[in-house]
């Protein structure tokens, strides 16, 4: 069993940066792969960026790709997601998950946080 909690969300303008992390639980942290999702009021929860067990692989959703990069710290069990020129419709909470039983990009992880919520202001 994996738990995961995200922190790091709040409230920033326009074109600033926050960074979200995940810290997990358990020993298995490092033998899974990791992703970032976000859900929007009234939307479907959409993928944001992912990586692998190791950290030597990582994807992003093209909304985010250049402004937003994931990593991790195995040593520290923790996930992070850098969040820089933040616009509006970043504006969502942020979930990290755990050991994905299909590809990274695909909602069908293991384990979710509670979720985090970054609120961007123009």
């Known amino acids: 069993q994996v738990q995961l909690v995200e922190s790091g969300g709040g409230l920033v303008q326009a074109g600033g940066s926050l960074r979200l992390s995940c810290a997990a639980s358990?020993?298995?942290?490092?033998?899974?792969?990791m992703g970032w999702f976000r859900q929007a009021p009234g939307k479907e929860r959409e993928f944001v960026a992912g990586?692998?067990?190791?950290?030597?692989?990582?994807i992003y959703a093209d909304s985010v790709k250049g402004r937003f990069t994931i990593s991790r710290d195995n040593a520290k069990n923790t996930v992070y997601l850098q969040m820089n020129s933040l616009k509006p419709e970043d504006t969502a909470v942020y979930y990290c998950?755990?050991?994905?039983?299909?590809?990274?990009?695909?909602?069908?992880?293991?384990?979710w946080g509670q979720g985090t919520q970054v609120t961007v202001s123009s």
């Open positions: 998950a755990a050991n994905p039983k299909g590809p990274l990009t695909i909602a069908t992880y293991d384990y």
């Open positions: 358990g020993r298995t942290f490092n033998s899974y792969e």
């Open positions: 990586i692998s067990a190791s950290g030597g692989f990582t």
